[in-house]
Nanobody
Framework: QVQLVESGGGLVQAGGSLRLSCATS????????MGWFRQAPGKEREFVAA????????YYADSVKGRFTISRDNTKNTVYLQMNSLKPEDTAVYYC?????????????????????WGQGTQVTVSS
């Protein structure tokens, strides 16, 4: 089992940047595919980005492609989400999630049901 703790959220003006971090417990972080999702008020949770356990596959939602970058450091058991050129519509609670290398992950990385483990979320607010 793995526990996830997000940090790095906050208030930023449109056009600004933030870097979210998701620190994980356990000694098998490198065996987990990781994802970032977000949920805005009154909306369903949506996929943002995902990275494979071996760091060789990256996936992004169209709405963040070219602005956000997901990365991981397996020596620090941490996954990151670098967010640049932020827009007011990026305002949401951001969650990281972990999947224990399911064989179907590459086809289902953008579904929240794929991930068994979730953090508590960190608020990102972008002002116009």
């Amino acid at each position: 089992q793995v526990q996830l703790v997000e940090s790095g959220g906050g208030l930023v003006q449109a056009g600004g940047s933030l870097r979210l971090s998701c620190a994980t417990s356990g000694r098998t972080f490198s065996s987990y595919h990781m994802g970032w999702f977000r949920q805005a008020p009154g909306k369903e949770r949506e996929f943002v980005a995902a990275i494979s356990s071996s760091d060789d596959r990256l996936y992004y939602a169209d709405s963040v492609k070219g602005r956000f970058t997901i990365s991981r450091d397996n020596t620090k058991n941490t996954v990151y989400l670098q967010m640049n050129s932020l827009k007011p519509e990026d305002t949401a609670v951001y969650y990281c999630a972990a999947d224990r290398e399911s064989i179907h992950w590459h086809a289902t990385y953008n579904f929240d049901g794929t991930y068994a483990y979730w953090g508590q979320g960190t608020q990102v607010t972008v002002s116009s």
